[in-house]
């Protein structure tokens, strides 16, 4: 029996075949035109074409907040909850809204501004706190609803024609999207290189021929890692995307000490700390700063201070609440999250956590391991290694099975599978 579902399905892949029909037809008409007019076909869209540097007209860079905020631009807004992101965006706002100079620099033309907010409510949050700021609230821009790249397939160009439309609408210099992983939709891994930069190329493409500076709000790692470019939540690929990124946050020993590091620029100098403070339910610019990425890094003192092996039990009680996880994501979204393999493999068994094999049995390649939480009723079981094998007191592993090292969890076994 046909359902509607069926007919809807149906009706949208004729659809779809009928444009793809009509691109051919015209691509046909273009062809028998360059046989008349002697002249070469163009190529179709989205097809990469020949460029000699020679016929490209170089350009000055321009900048919304120089040299933290470049026109045409990607930046991201790093920082961990409740030390003042959105503050900081609405103020860079309402600083567009009116051309009041942003900190160390010269008024400018008032502009618009494109708030995509998934957060913070439009009117009892971002309404008061831009008048607060004495924003010019007929500049700013919310949507009502949800922009994403991501509709259920791979992120396209087409992908960002919805949020492309919004800009053009409201004639957007300054676009905001707080924060980033709502804007890229359910499907979207944000762990996966592939995924990441698949999207961010979208925006940079849209801010390139938007000329506007579009401004990502990004959430911090629990894990601690060497350095803060490393520390926004997934992929590493969404700071590499970027021109420039912001690190936002509070001095550890002084929560009243905050303070918009310049952490990365491709295009410029970094720029010096700008200070800020939040008193009384109003944000103000507060000059210069000593601040540093390293000092609003640091752990507060005397706090609880967390050992590398505590924040690796930590996050796999977070990953696994919800059930099995598969072998692989695990330990890629662990060395996203500044977890060394050693330390998850640790972890692991000071918790307990199993492994078991999901998919195809008995198949070579057909399956795979996924890690799950103990279960009470499975507590006298023997436990598994990381094969799932049963491995008792006194066991020892089969020499010829090689094991990966500790911090190479993706080593090849002997039959070039994958051992997790």
């Not at 946050?249 to 700008?274: C, F, M, T, W, Y």
């Not at 003192?301 to 039990?313: D, M, Q, V, Y």
């Not at 795979?368 to 006298?380: F, M, S, V």
């Not at 089969?398 to 090292?405: A, C, F, Q």
Request: aromatic residues 4%; charged residues 25%.
């Amino acid at each position: 029996m046909v359902t509607k579902d069926d007919l809807d399905k149906q009706f949208e892949e004729c659809q779809r075949l009928s444009e793809v029909i009509a691109e051919v037809q015209a691509m046909r008409l273009q062809a028998e035109q360059s046989k008349v007019n002697g002249s070469a076909l163009p190529p179709p869209p989205d097809v990469p074409a020949l460029v000699c540097v020679r016929d490209i007209e170089p350009e000055p860079i321009e900048w919304l907040w120089k040299p933290y905020i470049p026109l045409g631009k990607v930046t991201m807004l790093d920082g961990d909850p409740g030390v003042g992101k959105s503050w900081v965006s609405l103020a860079i706002a309402t600083a567009v809204s009116l051309g009041r100079g942003l900190p160390g620099t010269e008024p400018t033309e008032p502009a618009n501004v494109l708030v995509l907010n998934y957060e913070d409510g439009k009117a009892d949050t971002i309404r008061p706190r831009l008048d607060n700021l004495g924003a010019d609230v007929g500049r700013i821009f919310v949507v009502n609803g949800f922009v994403v790249l991501d509709t259920g397939k791979q992120v396209t160009q087409e992908s960002g024609l919805t949020l492309e439309s919004l800009i053009l609408d409201c004639g957007a210099r300054l676009v905001i999207v707080d924060p980033l992983v709502m804007l890229l939709g359910p499907n979207v891994d944000m762990h996966r290189a592939n995924e990441t930069r698949a999207a961010m190329t979208v925006l940079a493409d849209i801010a390139e021929r938007r000329k506007c500076a579009i401004l990502c709000v990004r959430h911090l790692t629990k894990g601690s890692k060497d350095r803060s470019i490393y520390r926004g939540i997934g992929s590493v690929d969404f700071t590499a995307a970027c021109r420039s990124v912001l690190l936002v946050g509070v001095d550890p020993q002084n929560h009243d000490r905050r303070a918009v590091v310049h952490i990365k620029s491709n295009i410029a100098e970094l720029g010096p700390s700008q200070g800020y403070e939040i008193r009384e339910g109003s944000f103000f610019w507060a000059g210069e700063s000593d601040l540093t990425a390293a000092r609003i890094l640091a752990p507060e003192p005397g706090g609880n201070c967390h050992t590398a092996l505590e924040e690796a039990k930590d996050f796999l009680k977070q990953l696994l609440a919800d059930g099995p996880v598969p072998a692989k994501q695990v330990f890629r979204e662990a060395e996203e999250s500044g977890i060394s393999g050693m330390t998850l493999r640790r972890a692991k068994a000071e918790l307990g956590v199993r492994a078991k094999r999901v998919g195809t049995s008995g198949k070579r390649g057909g399956g795979g391991w996924a890690w799950e939480l103990p279960k009470p009723d499975l507590d006298d079981q023997p436990d598994l290694d990381d094969h799932g094998d049963r491995v008792g007191k006194h066991d020892h592993l089969n020499p010829d099975d090689h094991l990966p090292p500790p911090d190479n969890p993706q080593a090849p076994e002997k039959d070039g599978g994958l051992r997790f």
